[in-house]
């Protein structure tokens, strides 16, 4: 199961700029490292082989971590976007990724972090709306559990077979720095 997380907080992470981008069946791109930190965990407390998962910080995207991350969407499956509260989709560099991913026919989802649904992030989704609505719901809670049913669905909707690993606590890891496999 191998991750590849572009971006890490500045007190000890990892350079972003010299982490290689290893071919992913999922990308997800969120607005905090401690969001993509949950994700990290939940998907290594799992224990099982699952999927590659490709993770970017949406507020430190440079021009070479989005050529990164425009050719991790461009192999995978499916892509989950979070919006952080105070970013929208005009104000971000979101818009390209989300033509070339469903160009390329990848599952997408486009959530933001209000209660109520935006029609603009449910135009450039390609997700049913329920989907999208459990998507956002589950995006929202802070607990490890949530994360694994992100993923899950996620993976599921871009048509992936995996064991579904809801059954038990997410293991408590190391920090996650760089690369891990």
């Known amino acids: 199961m191998p991750l590849s997380i572009v971006s890490s907080d500045e007190h000890g992470g990892c ?7 290893r071919p992913a069946d999922l990308v997800v791109i969120a607005g905090s490292d401690a969001e993509l930190a949950r994700y990290a965990q939940a998907w290594h407390g799992a224990g099982r082989n699952l999927p590659g998962l490709y993770m970017a910080n949406l507020r430190r995207l440079s021009p070479y971590q989005i050529g990164q991350l425009s050719a991790a969407i461009g192999i995978a499956r499916g892509v989950l976007i979070h919006l952080p509260p105070d970013i929208s989709d005009g104000q971000s560099d979101i818009a390209p990724l989300a033509e070339l991913a469903r160009a390329r026919n990848v599952a997408l989802a ?71 496999r």
Do not use: H, K
């Open 110 to 180: 486009i959530v933001g972090s209000a209660d109520q649904t935006d029609p603009a992030l449910e135009g450039l989704s390609n997700m049913p709306r329920t989907t999208l609505r459990r998507l956002g719901a589950l995006c929202r809670r802070p607990d490890a559990r949530s994360a694994r049913a992100v993923l899950t669905q996620l993976s599921l909707s871009a048509g992936l077979s995996i064991e579904p690993w809801l059954d038990g606590p997410a293991a408590v890891l190391e920090p996650i720095r760089g690369e891990a």
């Open 15 to 21: 350079d972003p700029a010299s982490a290689t981008a």
